[in-house]
């Protein structure tokens, strides 16, 4: 396998791991585009990579600097925008789990905090409703500090937790 055969493969299964944080296959393959490229890249040198059309590189280049995963830059003498894409895979995956958390975890949270006030009675369906939404809630405020611990902390840190954990 070639050099352009690896990073095609590579670009592809990127866009298919994308889906899995919540975003769509162009964001994710414009992202791998970025992370491979060892220099900065106009709209056009990546829509012609990927073979995709201008306003889905604009809408996706947009919405990838918004996650924080994409940064652009100006070249003097240039007028054209160039984006870049943060290297450290440690900065990306934290950037990648706060983004999720501000877009799943607090959402729900404001919900079972919003459901817990709910005048359920004292019935079976009552019961069982405050007794879900309890543990639902206690589970995703576990999973929310383990976040945000990681989040904040730094990668020797965080694989030496979890290494303890796998054994």
Known sequence: ??????KYKFI?????LGSSWGINRAMAQIHACLLLSPDSKTT???MEELKISRGNANMNMRALIDWGLVFKEFKPGERKEYFYA???LWTVMKQIAKERRKREIIPIRDVLA???TAQVG??????EFKKVTKDIDSIISKFDGLI???SKSDKNWFLKILSKLVK
């Open 44 to 46: 056009d040198e990546v």
């Open 114 to 116: 919003e459901v817990s």
């Open 12 to 16: 592809q299964e990127w866009g298919v």
């Open 1 to 6: 396998m070639d050099l352009d055969e690896a």
């Open 86 to 88: 943060e290297k450290d």
């Open 122 to 127: 004292d019935s079976a369906e009552g019961k």
């Open 148 to 150: 945000e611990m990681a």
